[in-house]
């Protein structure tokens, strides 16, 4: 993704406002931006990345100071974001649950594909779904909300251990307790799956190859959080027949990019 502030030395040209908009908040939201990307600012370097007059900038951010939403260190005159701006965002996470933001996303996954479109989350030693859109296809994969599924013999669950889910000392990859088997196609030996997990990291999604129903394959993504983690998984399922070996690449770069765009829709960002 490119990046959206501009190098030093080169100043992006004068924006024209948008008809109907107001100049000034329209400035002052857009050094908000640039102390979210760029933290720790001078006040002239702020104006050289806004491209705008220091005295201008200095007006706008002394204004935002004085609600809070930005603050200056004394010692280094450094810009940054304010605790006001962390209160206004934190009511967005708390009116925007994940179920809601990713329906839509479901939604065009299952047209896009054709298949089934999930949504889960870590709980505990678990993947527990909490939303589904299922394909209008007869033989389909069907995973009620409150559904629990194994983190090692799912799609979602295996993204969440390849970026760090359930790592700790209770995960399925810690202790010597044998890992359930369900299928013939079953990662039971840990170091099959963390060499699986190994393949997830580097291409970005996970495929459950039939190891958790006979016949039935997933292909998932992770979900990242604010602060760079993996909190939940998008998926899609169906019949080994239609999910087929030269399918994967393609779906897993569809469910991918699913993924990403409910990761920016929930405000986390990928590590």
């Not at 490119?2 to 109907?20: E, H, M, N, T």
């Amino acid at each position: 993704m490119a990046d959206p502030i501009r190098r030093r030395g080169r100043p992006p040209k004068a924006q024209v406002p948008l008809p109907g908009t107001v100049q000034a908040l329209d400035r002052a939201l857009d050094l908000l931006d640039l102390l979210a990307a760029r933290p720790g600012l001078t006040l002239s370097e702020v104006a050289e990345h806004a491209a705008q007059p220091p005295s201008t900038v200095h007006r706008v951010l002394h204004t935002l100071a004085t609600r809070g939403m930005v603050e200056s260190d004394p010692a280094t005159q450094a810009w940054n974001i304010g605790p006001q701006a962390f209160r206004l965002g934190s009511a967005f996470m708390r009116r925007s649950g994940i179920v809601e933001r990713a329906r839509p996303i479901l939604r065009a996954l299952m047209e896009h594909t054709g298949e089934t479109a999930n949504l889960g989350i870590l709980q505990g030693d678990a993947v527990l779904f909490l939303s589904q859109v299922e394909t209008t296809e007869t033989i389909r994969a069907f995973f009620p909300p409150g559904t629990r599924s194994p983190l090692h013999a799912s799609g979602i669950g295996k993204a969440l251990l390849a970026f760090g889910a359930a790592g700790g000392a209770t995960g399925p990859l810690q202790g010597a307790a044998p890992l359930a088997r369900f299928t013939d196609n079953t990662l039971t030996d840990r170091q099959a799956l963390q060499a699986d997990l190994a393949r997830i990291r580097h291409r970005g999604f996970s495929f459950d190859d039939e190891e958790r129903t006979r016949g039935m394959r997933c292909i998932a993504a992770p979900v990242f959080d604010l602060s760079g983690e993996a909190v939940a998984g998008v998926s899609v399922s169906g019949p080994a027949h239609r999910i087929a070996a030269e399918h994967v690449k393609t779906l897993g770069a569809v469910v991918a990019a699913a993924a990403a765009s409910l990761t920016e829709a929930m405000g986390g960002q990928t590590p």
